[in-house]
T-cell receptor
Framework: KNQVEQSPQSLIILEGKNCTLQ??????????LRWYKQDTGRGPVSLTI?????NTKSNGRYTATLDADTKQSSLHITASQLSDSASYIC???????????FGKGTHLIIQP | GAGVSQSPSNKVTEKGKDVELRCDPI?????LYWYRQSLGQGLEFLIY????????KSGLPSDRFSAERTGGSVSTLTIQRTQQEDSAVYLC????????????FGPGTRLTVL
């Protein structure tokens, strides 16, 4: 069964601190993995996409890693800002137009 | 337009009423997708359109749900005889071609059924 599991479910950190969000997947065959940021009341916005051959990709203060062997990805946020407060969703396609498996997301709260 | 737009942004309705949700995809995007996001849950795929055609409607939760797309652009999701369990955020996304991993999301419509 194609699944995407994210952890932690929620996380609270102080502004300026770093954090790492985890995503484990069982989707096969694997082609890519995408991290989305979803602000409260808004639709998801793509942060980064990782293909099979990529191990690390950065987008500003966001760095995603991928280990295709262990089927794990992480999203590291450096020097967190209040605007980073959001849900972060891991998504893995498995084929077909409806072949997207979404994680339930990690709800991140940055406190001043 | 610059992005996917949805209307209304919020809808409160009484149980048993019909509602219609609208999605305007990015201009030129041939594929359009509808999702539902219940509180504390992940996104649930409902239906997709390639052009005006929806090949697979099996993702719709019940026969009270229907969707259409005209002119390869605007799509409407209609929920008849709404129930409280229909309360959720309904998200629309579009992509240039049928590539769900390249889709752009709209802001969503928050539906509350009283």
């Amino acid at each position: 069964k194609n699944q995407v599991e994210q952890s932690p479910q929620s996380l609270i950190i102080l502004e300026g601190k770093n954090c790492t969000l985890q995503c484990n997947y069982t989707v096969s065959p694997f082609s890519n993995l995408r991290w989305y940021k979803q602000d409260t009341g808004r639709g998801p916005v793509s942060l980064t996409i990782m293909t099979f051959s990529e191990n690390t990709k950065s987008n500003g203060r966001y760095t995603a890693t991928l280990d295709a062997d262990t089927k794990q990805s992480s999203l590291h946020i450096t020097a967190s800002q209040l605007s980073d407060s959001a849900s972060y969703i891991c998504v893995v396609p498995w084929g077909g137009a409806d072949g997207l498996t979404f994680g339930k997301g990690t709800h991140l709260i940055i406190q001043p | 337009g610059a992005g996917v737009s949805q209307s209304p942004s919020n809808k409160v309705t009484e149980k048993g009423k019909d509602v219609e949700l609208r999605c305007d995809p990015i201009s030129g995007h041939t594929a359009l997708y509808w999702y539902r996001q219940s509180l504390g849950q992940g996104l649930e795929f409902l239906i997709y359109f390639q052009g005006n055609s929806a090949p697979d409607k099996s993702g719709l939760p019940s026969d009270r749900f229907s969707a259409e797309r005209t002119g390869g652009s605007v799509s409407t999701l209609t929920i008849q005889r709404t129930q409280q369990e229909d309360s959720a955020v309904y998200l629309c996304a579009s992509s240039l071609e049928l590539a769900p991993n390249e889709q752009f999301f709209g802001p969503g419509t928050r539906l509350t059924v009283l």
